[in-house]
């Protein structure tokens, strides 16, 4: 294990902790404009760095789309009825903690709606409001 120079703390550590500072700081700091003159120095520090992927080949998980085979487009009328079948009769119900959709009560906790935090809820508040 290698140490770094001035302390009795292994390097990689020490690496370690500052890649946790910087992801600290970009979220601190993030939707705060930056002046022109960080932007210009930000650029400058990404100049000449060699991306990490360069000259790789079968790095990336997936070789084809994700959604290669699987129908898309505009449904058909028979899968919209059928999708409003299944869906027909079933109501929200909450226990205060998670929401689940379904025909009858889950359980004795359970009440009929959603938490209150939904946009739905949301919606309804400001309509009473006007």
Known sequence: MC???SRKIPSC???IAKRKHAIATSIMFRGIPKSKEHNQKNSES?????PWNKGKTGVQKYSQPWNKGLKTGPM???IKRNMSLSRKGKF????GTKEIKAKTCPGKTFRKGRLPGHVSHLIRQLWRTE
Do not use: P, T
Request: aromatic fraction near 16%; hydrophobic fraction near 40%.
């Open 92 to 95: 929200w119900w909450n226990d």
């Open 46 to 50: 990404c100049l000449g760095r060699i």
């Open 3 to 5: 140490f770094h120079q």
């Open 76 to 78: 058909s009328e028979e």
């Open 13 to 15: 550590l020490i690496e």
